[in-house]
């Protein structure tokens, strides 16, 4: 019974069909043959607007013939060298105007759209100066782990990390390479016990290496979550801390002369096949690599 008065309700509601037969229009209505229409106007010529546009004269004139269908009415008296609005053109084609240019502004470009960048702490300190002048970039801290889940789940376009894991499904180029030292403030600083992050590959193989040449672990004075940290600390203070040389540098620290084997790394940018965001990806990997290749 509710779809039979549904039915009578709508059969006796001339508004309600009007719409319906409206939207069914409009939904064939295409932006590029608007355009094309509102040219055409303009030159008084739909020859001259099928060339502005890349068309043959048939495929316009078809384009033509689609607008007037969606609004269900004719709209230009359809001349062969002139192309002339009747009184319902020349009252939509104002209309039509003002929908394409908010249509337009709504629409916004992929430089325009902030590219997002997630990496340590440690490596933005150096890697933001390079890259803010260039592009819009929203910077946000995270662990490499999450950093690489954070590409592969589509909540970051780029992430600079170290090359210390298998960065499986996605693009990765290599930004420099060097090394991990223990650093001070004092170039002759003397034994002492060490500031260290977290259990990273970095500090596992420094520590076994430490073991295999001293015979005994490696006095660690304090755990530290983060490289910046460290290397803040060491700067303003007689501490000595594991780091990654780009780092190090920043705070113009020195390596310590009773040195274990050096740990070397990569420095990656990794990111998903994007052929929209490839020439900016392109731009911010030439900077880095130039800042990255002084930094070590």
């Known amino acids: 019974m509710k779809e039979l008065s ?7 509601n001339p508004q309600e069909q009007f719409l319906q037969k409206l939207e069914q229009s409009l939904k064939n209505l295409r932006v590029v043959d608007v355009e094309l229409f509102i040219t055409s106007a303009r030159m008084n010529h739909l020859g001259k607007a099928a060339t502005f546009h890349h068309l043959s004269q048939s495929a316009a004139s078809t384009a033509i013939c689609r607008v007037e269908a969606a609004f269900g009415s004719t709209l230009c008296t359809h001349e062969k060298r002139r192309f002339c609005l009747t009184r319902e053109g020349q009252v939509l084609l104002p209309r039509l105007e003002s929908w394409i ?5 709504l629409v916004v470009s992929q430089d325009q759209i902030p590219l997002r960048l997630v990496t340590t702490h440690a490596i933005a300190q150096i890697a933001a100066p390079a890259v803010l002048s260039l592009d819009l970039i929203d910077f946000q801290h995270m662990r490499p782990d999450r950093a690489y889940a954070a590409i592969l789940q589509g909540r970051a376009d780029i992430a600079l990390v170290l090359d210390n894991a298998p960065w499986k499904g996605v693009l990765a180029t290599e930004l420099g390479c060097g090394h991990f030292r223990l ?13 260290l992050p977290e259990e990273q590959i970095e500090v596992l193989a420094l520590q076994q290496t430490w073991f295999d040449t001293h015979g005994y ?16 600390i060491c700067a303003e203070s007689e501490e000595i801390g594991f780091l990654p040389d780009f780092l190090a540098r920043k705070f113009s620290l020195s390596p310590v002369p009773w040195q274990p084997a050096l740990s070397s790394y990569r420095l990656l940018a990794i990111h998903r096949q994007d052929e929209a965001l490839q020439e900016r990806f392109d731009r911010l990997i030439e900077a880095l690599r130039k800042v990255f290749e002084v930094s070590f």
């Open 6 to 12: 549904d039915y009578f309700l709508f059969k006796n």
């Open 101 to 105: 240019k908010r249509l337009r502004e």
């Open 183 to 195: 650093y001070a403030k004092c170039p002759s600083a003397p034994l002492k016990s060490v500031l």
């Open 217 to 232: 672990p490696l006095a660690v004075k304090s755990r530290i979550p983060s490289w910046s940290l460290i290397a803040q």
